[in-house]
């Protein structure tokens, strides 16, 4: 009988979705974070039910020839231990797994998609405040209980790195009770955005922190967020220090608030594959942030997007000025409350990783749309809402996206054709 704090010993048959290791025992699936599949290896168990449990890593007595490292101290890190080229398997294989289990049907999941970059490739990255009265930034632990200083982040940008590492040997005095996250902000010429977000629009050290950060070439704007808030990063008030509030990115501009997927080089690629697979002359684009997808499928075809965030669609009506688009209508609503209203052939998706309100899932249903192309940033919430449409949708393809090398979070793009 497996009793808690004890130690045993087992091999790993395979990965769940958060890549953690799962080892059969008297009957019993017993998670191990950080083990990878078929390594053999010593456990204790911190926790149990009826079916299952989950334990500490003690050593692995026989590795994976997959293994590149130990789990990393990170949480952001947390498939950093595991080969790139499996990690694209692994992004495949538990998409497959999903679908077909759910859907109770073979499904077309293709070969992940990747520009192959493993590193320095996210251009946001928000950095929180330890309690020190020296300004020190870090990131949550890989269980998520601690802050770790970090000077070197090796999922961000050079430049943006750069940052980081001076501003915690800058040794400025802080309030860190009301300085509480920094967020860094990249484009592809790795020019950045930096943004102090603090509950008050005064804190002790800002003078001393924008100056230094200012005095760095590539620095092209400082911006000062309010945000009172515990359970939310950023408010809705932001003020410009120095510089510019914006970036551009091609023809997009990147606030502090503004969303933009966050690795550019897959980003390119998942927009290309959506262009490939519109049909029709109308495209419709719910949760459509600043337009970054419908500007950059559009063609002559006719457009409307919809997006609730009004900074966004400042932002959005901004491009298509600058741009003089003439065939894209900008509504700002909430999705479903305006869905009923709208008609085209080809409906695209991007929400947030809740998924969709399943009032919204319901008149997609019933739409006449002849195909929806579903982007999302959650496996499950996904297939909890393919699997509400499948006696009106079909799915044609899918196509698991790394987004995010090194780490265990999924983006999908699904095509589906009414039925």
């Not at 080892?23 to 010593?42: F, R, S």
């Amino acid at each position: 009988m497996l009793k808690v704090n004890k130690t045993y010993q087992g091999k790993v048959i395979s990965l769940d979705y958060k890549a953690d290791g799962i080892v059969k025992l008297n009957n019993k699936y017993i998670y191990v974070k950080g083990a990878l599949k078929d390594e053999v290896i010593n456990f204790k168990i911190t926790k149990l039910n009826k079916r299952f449990g989950f334990a500490k890593l003690i050593n692995i007595v026989e590795k994976s020839p997959d293994r590149i490292g130990p789990l990393n101290e990170l949480g952001s890190l947390n498939l950093s231990h595991l080969s790139f080229k499996e990690q694209l398997n692994f992004k495949r294989t538990i998409t497959k797994e999903t679908f077909e289990k759910v859907l109770n049907n073979k499904i077309n999941v293709l070969e992940t998609i990747t520009d192959n970059k493993e590193t320095n490739y996210r251009n946001k990255v928000v950095y929180h405040v330890l309690n020190n009265d020296e300004i020190t930034l870090g990131l949550y632990s890989n269980d998520n209980k601690k802050l770790i200083k970090i000077n070197n982040f090796l999922l961000a940008n050079e430049n943006s790195n750069k940052i980081l590492e001076i501003i915690n040997n800058s040794k400025i005095i802080i309030d860190y009770k009301l300085l509480k996250h920094v967020s860094i902000k990249n484009n592809s010429k790795n020019e950045l955005l930096v943004t102090l977000i603090s509950k008050s629009k005064t804190f002790k050290g800002l003078d001393n922190l924008v100056s230094l950060i200012k005095s760095y070439k590539f620095v092209k704007g400082i911006t000062l967020n309010i945000n009172t808030d515990d359970n939310k990063i950023l408010g809705e008030e932001s003020i410009l220090l120095y510089g510019k509030e914006y970036l551009l990115e091609n023809d997009l501009l990147i606030t502090d608030q503004s969303f933009m997927q966050i690795n550019y080089g897959v980003m390119n690629l998942t927009f290309n594959l959506i262009k490939e697979n519109v049909l029709g002359d109308k495209i419709v684009d719910l949760y459509s942030g600043i337009g970054s997808i419908i500007l950059n499928v559009l063609n002559d075809n006719y457009g409307v997007m919809v997006e609730n965030n009004i900074e966004n669609i400042k932002l959005a009506n901004k491009i298509i000025n600058n741009k003089n688009i003439k065939n894209l209508k900008v509504i700002h609503a909430n999705s479903e409350d305006v869905f009923n209203e709208l008609t085209g052939d080809t409906l695209i998706v991007d929400p947030p990783r809740n998924g969709l309100y399943k009032e919204l899932v319901n008149n997609i249903s019933k739409s006449n749309f002849k195909r929806f192309i579903y982007l999302s940033c959650n496996l499950q919430t996904l297939i909890r809402d393919i699997k509400l449409l499948e006696n009106s949708y079909k799915v044609i393809k899918v196509y698991p996206i790394m987004m995010f090398p090194m780490t265990n979070s999924f983006e999908t793009l699904v095509i589906l054709d009414k039925i």
